[in-house]
């Protein structure tokens, strides 16, 4: 397991989906965010494509069956990936 995503566990969710989030801490992981080129079959985008987010938040993100329907537009995935990478900067990981 990465360094970056060992940093999340323990943190706040940072993706905060209104009605959705259960501000839990304890279920924080890094939420994987697909896009464009950046991942394929069988393979997890870069770490740095992700975002801290609780478990509630990761499965609207990964569209789980049986999460809540919950609009997310990309604007919500760049605050809280961004979001990310400032708690990132502060831990040390990224520069």
Do not use: W
């Amino acid at each position: 397991m990465s360094k970056i995503r060992k940093a999340a566990r323990g943190e706040p969710c940072l993706m905060r989906i209104p009605g959705v989030c259960n501000g839990n801490p304890e279920t924080t992981v890094l939420a994987h965010i697909r896009g464009s080129g950046n991942a394929g079959k069988g393979m997890k985008p870069p770490d740095v494509s992700g975002v801290f987010a609780c478990s509630a938040c990761h499965d609207v993100i990964d569209r789980r069956e049986g999460a809540l329907r919950a609009p997310v537009i990309e604007i919500d995935i760049l605050y809280a990936m961004l979001r990310t990478h400032d708690r990132l900067r502060q831990m040390g990981l990224v520069q």
